[in-house]
């Protein structure tokens, strides 16, 4: 085997084996519509991905690596949804959507030591939104993320002018988003920043610090213009 189709492989799924299985039964049930369909793949996938109760994938959906895909109870993949994993996997919480073309990739060419992805329980991934783990992307549950949302744990390496950018390396410190957070339509989060529970990143903000716990961010950067103590009224 030479060693395009070995880099090849080693992007679509975890074996050879596993491959050409995954194929097949990617190309005889991930196209059928309607409650069929999404039945029919909650019996079968469950052949190639890690499953800890009953999902809903609809048509259309692109897993890539899925032997180390974990979906729990009541998880749903929306039309267009791209999720690609590697060693340390993707993990979603039960009872969590994923909208219609949003993205999860961990696909982890730089052999990165925590490049994962972990979705809490109850949370919500907006239509069009990224999630990249490469650096370790954690979010705990119930955390609601709008549609266009940029998670970006890894930063590169770019003061040497004489380097081309992408091979002067990278910091990969991770995100973290704690429970009940809200992070608003278009907001970007960079990598090592933690946003704390129940605080607000508002629309288009870009967040290059952590965010206190019950703190709303705006602006680019985001700086905190209000924060409040648990149930308070706002």
Same mark, same amino acid.
């Given at each position: 085997?030479?060693? &395009?189709?070995? !880099? ?10 596993? #491959?050409? $299985? ?16 999404? +039945?029919?793949?909650?019996? $079968? ?11 809903? /994938? ?12 974990? !979906? ?9 949804? #791209? ?13 969590? &959507? ?7 990739? @961990? ?35 119930? /955390? ?13 390496? #770019? ?6 950018? &992408? ?33 607000? $990143?508002?629309?288009?903000? @870009? @967040? ?22 648990? +149930?308070?009224?706002?």
């Amino acid at each position: 085997m030479n060693e &395009r189709l070995k !880099l090849f492989l080693s992007v679509e799924s975890t074996s050879f084996a596993r #491959y050409w $299985v995954e194929q097949i039964i990617f190309g005889l049930f991930g196209w059928i519509p309607s409650l069929i369909g999404i +039945g029919i793949r909650a019996l $079968v996938y469950r052949l190639i991905l890690e499953a800890r109760g009953w999902f809903a /994938v609809q048509p259309g959906v692109t897993l890539k690596q899925p032997h180390n895909i974990s !979906l729990d109870a009541g998880v749903y993949l929306d039309h267009g949804v #791209y999720i690609h994993a590697c060693p340390n996997g993707v993990e979603i919480g039960a009872g969590t &959507r994923v909208m219609y073309n949003a993205e999860l990739h @961990v696909f982890n060419f730089r052999d990165l030591p925590n490049a994962r992805i972990s979705i809490g329980k109850n949370c919500v991934i907006g239509p069009y939104s990224i999630v990249m783990g490469h650096g370790g992307t954690l979010i705990g549950d119930n /955390v609601i993320i709008a549609p266009r949302v940029s998670i970006l744990p890894v930063n590169h390496f #770019y003061a040497d002018p004489q380097i081309p950018i &992408r091979d002067q390396g990278v910091e990969a410190k991770g995100i973290v988003i704690e429970d009940n957070a809200w992070i608003g339509a278009g907001a970007t989060i960079l990598g090592g920043v933690r946003v704390g529970r129940g605080s607000v $990143v508002g629309a288009g903000a @870009v @967040v290059t610090r952590d965010v206190a716990p019950y703190t709303l961010v705006i602006g680019m950067p985001a700086q905190a213009v209000r924060s409040w103590e648990p +149930g308070e009224q706002l």
